[in-house]
């Protein structure tokens, strides 16, 4: 009842031209995956030219992060998110923990871009999750909690609706040090439970929450196979249209 989501993060990865061979690529590869849907998120100089050349494919394109202003004014630097709109994209990729940890992302600005996002009709992929640090000192749900009380505070049942949370614990980030399913699914249910709680069992039951750190083809299958992963946000393994395919494929035999 949940439509899985795969989706690949390019980070900052990939020149236009070679953004779009691989979006060509991907797209005879994955072109009967009708069981989810599949996005791919590049470099925003990359994002126009590759989603007019998937124009009318089941791939989507988001971007990797946006402005929290809505309106387009002095901020020098900044994507708005209805120019992401403007350029093809129709997801976002929101406080994804390298920008929380490189750039200073804080849970309100978090919350800012969510709206922002939102009020442009692209669909954000909110990321939370702990350092290993936060993990040792058993402090992983409580770190978690607040990043969803912070990152989704004043959301309407009706705006959850429109979002999507990856799950990605930081010290599985390009470490190929995955979490377990068991350690994913735990924290993916309890971030249900979370969600139940101030959106109501309904809500929460229809939210999409995607794993992310270190998939790869060998491991997706596992991952999916628990009961609270809607899908994977993908770094690494996105690079390439192959690998990538294999796990839009996770439910090939
Ligand atoms: C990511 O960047 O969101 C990510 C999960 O990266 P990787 O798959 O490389 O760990």
């Not at 470099?43 to 124009?55: C, G, H, P, Q, Y």
């Not at 990797?64 to 202003?69: K, L």
Request: glycine residues 8%; negative net charge; hydrophobic residues 45%.
């Amino acid at each position: 009842m949940r439509r899985p989501v795969i989706a690949g993060n390019w980070k900052m990865h990939k020149f236009i031209a070679d953004s779009v061979t691989t979006a060509l690529a991907l797209k005879p590869l994955v072109v009967n995956a009708n069981h989810c849907e599949i996005v791919i998120a590049p470099v925003f100089t990359a994002i126009k030219s590759v989603a007019d050349r998937l124009e009318g494919s089941n791939i989507r394109v988001a971007g990797q992060d946006c402005a929290p202003e809505q309106k387009h004014g002095a901020h020098t630097g900044e994507v708005a998110a209805d120019m992401l709109r403007d350029a093809g994209a129709s997801y976002v990729i929101v406080g994804h923990s390298e920008r929380r940890q490189f750039y200073g992302e804080t849970d309100s600005m978090v919350n800012r871009k969510v709206q922002a996002a939102l009020a442009a009709e692209l669909t954000p992929i909110v990321c939370v999750g702990e350092t290993l640090a936060q993990r040792d000192a058993g402090l992983a749900e409580r770190v978690v909690k607040g990043q969803i009380d912070g990152g989704l505070r004043d959301l309407t049942v009706s705006a959850l609706e429109r979002i999507i949370i990856a799950y990605e614990p930081v010290w599985a980030i390009g470490t190929g040090r995955t979490a377990t399913p068991e350690q994913a699914q735990q924290m993916q249910a309890f971030i249900r439970r979370i969600i139940a709680e101030r959106f109501g069992e309904e809500a929460s039951q229809l939210l999409r929450i995607l794993y992310g750190g270190s998939v790869k083809p060998d491991n997706i299958a596992g991952l999916m196979a628990q009961p609270d992963i809607d899908g994977a946000l993908v770094g690494g393994a996105s690079l390439e249209a192959e690998t990538f395919a294999k796990i839009v494929h996770y439910n090939a035999a």
